[in-house]
């Protein structure tokens, strides 16, 4: 009988240690699983983005494969700039009542900066896209852009009404 309390004692703890393991790979799944759903959620707004593009501007084929490279870039681009933007100037505003004057200062040049980028970015583009599409098409593409995202954003608002 004294044998046989410490081997059931040498049992209960691997299955323990087993129970933390599944629990910690459960929780690492999971984490694995809201993190890529968010992936996921981006790609499917790419495609819908890109079928209401498609949809409202009509291209030719001539003209579509020349535009899809080039607002891919930009996109890409775009994107690049607005986390770095995010990391070096809007998460440091979030906390702009601890700076100094003189690091506000540098953050305000920075924000500047940033701006400027984001506008030569999007001046560049519209050139670009004037190009290859006529004016009126670019005109049309800039609004197009700004409905899907109102669409977007009325969806999302009528979602978590409910």
């Known amino acids: 009988m004294n044998l046989w309390i410490p081997l059931m004692n040498l049992i209960y703890i ?3 240690t087993n129970k933390k393991i599944v629990l910690v790979v459960a929780l690492f799944f999971a984490t694995i699983t809201f993190y890529g759903q968010h992936d996921v959620d981006r790609d ?3 495609a819908l983005k890109i079928a209401y593009i498609t949809e409202h501007l009509d291209f030719s084929s ?6 899809w490279p080039v607002y891919n870039d930009f996109e890409e681009k775009k ?3 607005r986390k770095l933007g995010h990391s ?6 979030k ?15 920075k924000y500047t900066k940033y701006q400027a980028e984001k506008n ?6 519209t050139k670009k896209m004037k190009t290859i599409i006529s004016a009126k098409k ?9 409905d899907f995202k109102r669409q977007l954003i009325k969806q999302y608002r009528d979602k978590n009404k409910k």
């Open 14 to 16: 691997p299955m323990i």
């Open 44 to 46: 499917k707004i790419k």
């Open 79 to 81: 994107n690049k700039l």
């Open 88 to 93: 070096e100037v809007y998460s440091q505003i």
């Open 120 to 125: 030569d970015l999007e001046e560049s583009y």
């Open 138 to 146: 670019t005109l049309l593409l800039l609004r197009t852009e700004d």
């Open 62 to 67: 001539k003209e579509a494969q020349e535009f």
């Open 95 to 109: 906390n702009s009542d601890n700076l100094s004057d003189s690091d506000a200062t540098k953050l305000l040049e």
